[in-house]
């Protein structure tokens, strides 16, 4: 499992002065990347083979508030692997990713 920790910034606060919806899906963009950049397809390589990643379904439970300075922790599983998708000419990695605060 792929960890990446993160410490909620000033803007990544809402009006309600918790941690914002977008900023729960930029924390996971962040450590999505990180995970493939790490698995050796940085954007260069990518751009390579002019390809990249796209998201096609993201969805969030929320089941507890996070605030300002709190550190929080974002962990990702590859959870299935799709080889080919003949139309798309693509490999397709279905990955979970959890928040812990």
């Known amino acids: 499992m792929y960890t990446k920790q993160f ?3 000033w803007s990544d606060v809402d009006a309600n002065r918790h941690l914002a ?3 729960y899906t930029n924390f996971m963009s962040h450590t999505r990347m ?4 790490e698995q050796g397809f940085t954007m260069k390589e990518l751009a ?3 390809i990249g990643p796209v998201v096609f379904y993201e969805h969030m439970h929320y089941f507890k508030e996070a605030f300002l300075g709190q550190p929080i922790t974002v962990s990702l599983e590859v ?3 799709v080889k080919t998708v003949p ?3 693509s ?3 279905f990955i979970t990713i959890k928040v812990k605060i």
Not at 34 to 37: E, N, R, T, V
């Open 91 to 93: 490999i397709i990695i």
């Open 7 to 9: 410490e909620i910034r």
């Open 48 to 50: 390579t083979y002019n």
């Open 21 to 23: 919806n977008s900023a």
């Open 34 to 37: 990180g995970f493939l950049i």
């Open 87 to 89: 139309f798309l000419n």
């Open 79 to 81: 959870s299935d692997l």
